[in-house]
């Protein structure tokens, strides 16, 4: 077995404590973050929809508007759209071909 320096053995056991360091924060973070949420739904606001917006302003125009076409072809293809839906039983006036994402 090999073992390591005095020197690596220090740098190991410093990374290893400022690792566990970080997770205590992360989790105190968490904590933060969810009760931030149940305060917006303390006051009325809807905590799912609050989480999607969060998750969107991560994204970029382009993304957002990437992901809402490729939704909107999924769902109009499922007839879960009230303008034109498509049939479902693959009559004739059924589409012969569906874009999917990459």
């Given at each position: 077995?090999?073992?390591?320096q005095?020197?690596?053995?220090n740098?190991?056991?410093?990374?290893i404590?400022?690792i566990?360091?970080?997770?205590e924060?992360k989790?105190a973070?968490?904590?933060d973050?969810?009760d931030?949420?149940?305060?917006?739904?303390?006051?009325g606001f809807d905590?799912?929809a609050?989480?999607?917006?969060v998750?969107?302003?991560?994204?970029s125009?382009?993304?957002?508007?990437?992901?809402?076409?490729?939704?909107?072809?999924?769902?109009?293809?499922?007839?879960m759209?009230?303008?034109?839906?498509m049939?479902?039983?693959?009559?004739?006036?059924a589409?012969?071909?569906?874009?999917?994402?990459e």
């Amino acid at each position: 077995m090999t073992t390591l320096q005095a020197s690596a053995q220090n740098q190991l056991r410093q990374f290893i404590e400022q690792i566990e360091r970080l997770e205590e924060e992360k989790k105190a973070l968490a904590s933060d973050i969810r009760d931030k949420y149940l305060e917006a739904k303390g006051v009325g606001f809807d905590v799912k929809a609050l989480r999607e917006i969060v998750r969107m302003r991560k994204k970029s125009q382009t993304e957002r508007e990437e992901e809402e076409s490729i939704l909107e072809v999924y769902m109009h293809a499922l007839g879960m759209l009230n303008d034109n839906p498509m049939p479902m039983n693959g009559g004739d006036d059924a589409p012969h071909h569906i874009i999917a994402a990459e």
